[in-house]
Each structure stands twice: as C-alpha cells, then as structure tokens.
C-alpha cells in the first residue's frame, strides 16, 4: 500500500497488537474498517502511542486538502465527511472498504476533541430540552454546575453546526 499524499510505501505496524499502515514520510496513517475505534480514546494506551509514533514523521503537505484514492483499493476515491457530531474533524472514507485515512495531526485532534460520558450527557439533555442545536449565545444551563461550565462552553461551541445527533 501507498501513501494515498505522498506516494511512499506504507509501513505496517502493530499497536497493541492491532496492525495499521503509517506513512513515514508525513505522519499519516490508514486503518482498515473499524480500526479506528481502537485508537480514538487519548485515554487508551494504544491511542497515546499512536499518536507518538505519528509525530515524529509529522509533515504538513500542501495538498492536504485535495481528494484522494484508497491506498488500499486504488482507483476508489475517498470521501471526504466529519467524524462525529460535532464537526471538528474531517476524515477520508473509502465508500468501497470503509478504510480511514487520517493526514498529520488528526488522530491527535479527534482525542482532543473527544467528549466524556458526562459530557456526552449534558449535551444531549441540552439539545433534547432546546430542541436544537445549541449556540454559542445559549445561556448557560442551570443544571451544569459551575466547575464545568468553561468546558461546556467549549462543548457548546463545538456543537454549533450539529443537525441531527443521532
Ligand atoms: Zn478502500
């Protein structure tokens, strides 16, 4: 397999005994369907350590935003969507293997930018009450008590472009 941005031959590794395909020559790297699931969390021994071992071939590329083919079935192009409801982080998706490409960085992005279970409840009782997405103007919610609430901020403003939840 190549890397679908720069060409280079894909290097497999294990990860807790999971295998992916990094690119060495700008940090990106590829998973087979679901594969993904295992590294997400930072809370994960096998997410932190991916994401180590990404950094240190991190690379920006000036074509990062350009489409590419499926390193694993080459003349499928990959689709380009958000990975969560809150719209942070866009990925690419092959429609054929359902295989994930993440460039430089993004891994890392997606474990910052992953909510807690707490979380994950507040914001769906709050976009249960609202009705609706929130935005950043909402006015804070009176059952979050005051410690969280900077963080929910941030929550909230992440959410701003939610449509649907489910
Ligand atoms: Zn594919």
């Known amino acids: 397999m190549k890397c679908p941005r720069t060409g280079t031959v894909l290097k497999t590794i294990k990860v807790g005994g999971i295998k992916v395909e990094v ?15 295992n590294f997400k969390s930072s809370k994960d021994p096998r997410g932190n350590a991916l994401v180590n071992h990404l950094k240190q071939f991190s690379k920006s590329l000036p074509n990062e935003r350009e489409r ?3 390193p694993k079935c080459s003349d ?3 689709m380009r969507r958000y990975y969560s409801p809150l719209k942070v982080i866009e990925i690419d998706e092959c429609p054929g293997c359902a295989g994930i490409w993440l460039d430089t960085g993004e891994l890392e992005k997606m474990q910052d930018n992953e909510l807690s279970e707490r979380e994950l409840a507040l914001l769906r009782a709050y976009m249960v009450e609202k009705n609706t997405a929130p935005t950043i103007d909402s006015p804070k919610h009176r059952f979050m008590p005051t410690q969280e609430s900077s963080r929910m901020e941030k929550v909230l403003e992440l959410a701003m472009n939610v449509v649907r939840w489910y």
């Open 76 to 78: 499928t192009v990959m």
């Open 23 to 37: 690119s060495e020559s700008c940090g990106g790297v590829f998973f087979d369907n679901f594969e993904l699931d």
């Open 68 to 70: 590419i083919s499926c």
